[in-house]
């Protein structure tokens, strides 16, 4: 069988992957980004059949001939569709929110394959009322995970596998589960704090950063997560002025993208002057930490009321 996976929602695409290999061997699993290796290679392995046995699947990542970029594998493509080695599922995957349909290659694999868009925003409780399938748990429940870890389906699925090892066969899920098994991420505040202190909101940005505190976070993880913070929308501004992509931005910083989304969002709301600003004030702060001449428990606090 062949597959085109596309769309912008990547979670969404690798658990179709996950059900298409369900049951699989590993080892009759490979994958390749058409970014750095050349199609007649992962070609030639969907031709072949597994020395393992049983069925094979050959991942094709970033098939972008299936869009309007201009290639020269889709004669390749064709090719493998007229003749479909039945031993091999065959899976391209296409990070793009359109398909350019006028194409021969996208009509031939619309005939013999199966072709599924992955655009539609993911509802976040009916995702985690999907992963806590057989487990009690209300919806004051679930709001308060999600209150606590956000909206990052990759992290909520984490999350709520650490759940479901510590309960065993306790299938009842609680607030205190939530509450004593789950980590609180910084960084669903940090933009808060960003905000309020750009603003000079300091009352809003003490009162964040006093809650923060009393999550037992320490101050100078606070200031490398802000330094870090104002570091990242400042090189995701640059580069997008040079015409970088969020992927290409995440692919160069080597950084998850849905960081590099919510900095690129977030970065909108300022100057790369104001960016660079304050990230020189925070890395004086951790100069002056290191070397003794500022305490670190009021070193941020200062920073703050500046």
Known sequence: MVYLLYGTKDFQINEEIKK????????NINKYDLDNSLIQNAIEDAETISMFGDKKTVIIDNAN?????????SEIIENYLNHINSHTNLIFLVHNEKLDTRKKITKLIKKVGIIKEFNDELNQTTLIKK??????IENKTINLFLNRIGNNPLIIKNEINKIKIYKGDD???TDEDILNLTTKKVEIDI???IDYIVKKNKDKALELYYEMLKMNEEPIKIIVILANQFRLMYQSKELLKKGYSEKDIAS???IHPYRIKLAIQNGRNYTKETLLKYLNSLADIDIGIKTGTL????????????
Do not use: H, R, V, W
Not at 65 to 73: A, H, P, R
């Open 20 to 27: 298409i290999t369900k049951n699989q061997n590993e080892m």
């Open 65 to 73: 001939m299936f869009t309007g970029t201009t290639s020269k594998d």
């Open 131 to 136: 992963l806590f399938n057989g487990y009690n």
């Open 171 to 173: 299938k009842t899920i």
């Open 191 to 193: 933009f808060k704090l």
């Open 252 to 254: 160069t910083l080597k």
């Open 295 to 306: 305490n670190k428990d009021l070193a941020l606090e200062l920073f703050i009321l500046k």
